[in-house]
């Protein structure tokens, strides 16, 4: 018999761990966690990772998507959620050296799934612990959809991490499993058909898209809208519709990954 949520599967000596994640455990976790189990990774995630997005913030990178952002849409929350993320990605993809602290391997993936959940941590003056248990229902949230995509895919992970950024926002502002359930449904319903097409300036602008997706899908939530089974890929529960966009990543975008390779490696015309 498995044993499910965190504990230890003995089918498989060396099952990977995050097989055993689910969105309600997720939340179990954050809940209990002892702070002190994470405050050191947690701690370097905001600092890290905020430093880099002011440096994105403060000087002139690729296309400045975050300094764009907020120059033409001004300094709201929900703005400066999206200009945060996006600045770090433009430091990092244009040159700048400091680091980072990933989520899935990848940077940009790092920043998405955290800066807008400590900026708006700020914004609603939460204690430092519950922003620190809000990241950890981020990166899990990121790590769980990656499990079914895959490391390498032509599916964007800012998608499933800027999910992860919007199923903390709804914990910040007190959503419960229901209400977290239904802010990535909406979310994933809405981003999933991103392409990765390799790490550069329009990462940032992809990740401010999908963060300004992951805030419209609480916005939805709070006012009682979820996207419904047989929409599409969205199934009748959370698990089978991040289930469905794996399987999208992993399997159906395959034949994506090499067309985009192809065109990127040989310039080939179409």
Not at 37 to 61: D, F, K, P
Not at 154 to 172: D, E, F, P, R
């Amino acid at each position: 018999m498995e044993k499910k949520g965190f504990q230890q599967k003995k089918t498989e000596k060396n099952q990977d761990k995050r097989d055993l994640l689910n969105v309600a455990d997720i939340l179990e976790f954050a809940k209990i966690v002892n702070i002190k189990e994470i405050e050191e990774v947690i701690g370097r995630q905001i600092a890290m990772n905020t430093a880099i997005s002011e440096e994105g913030l403060r000087n002139h990178y690729g296309a400045e998507v975050g300094r764009t952002l907020l120059r033409a849409y001004g300094d709201d929350v929900k703005v400066r959620a999206r200009a945060k993320a996006a600045a770090g990605s433009d430091a990092r993809m244009n040159g700048c050296s400091m680091p980072v602290v990933i989520n899935s391997g990848s940077g940009n993936q790092g920043m998405t799934c955290s800066l807008p959940v400590i900026e708006y941590a700020r914004e609603l003056k939460v204690p430092k612990e519950k922003m620190y248990r809000a990241l950890v229902v981020s990166n899990l949230v990121a790590i769980h959809q990656k499990t079914y995509i895959g490391s390498l895919s032509a599916y964007c992970g800012a998608v499933s991490a800027a999910c992860g950024a919007g199923a903390a926002i709804s914990w910040l502002n007190g959503g419960d499993y229901n209400a977290i359930s239904k802010t990535i449904t909406n979310a994933l319903a809405n981003t999933s058909g991103i392409v990765c097409d390799g790490a550069k300036s329009s990462c940032a602008a992809k990740i401010a898209s999908a963060v300004d997706a992951a805030i419209m899908a609480y916005a939805l939530e709070d006012a009682d809208h979820c996207f419904q089974a047989g929409e599409g890929l969205v199934r009748d529960n959370v698990e089978d519709t991040i289930r469905n966009m794996g399987y999208v990543g992993r399997v159906g975008m395959k034949d994506t990954d090499v067309t985009i390779l192809n065109l990127m490696i040989n310039q080939k015309k179409v």
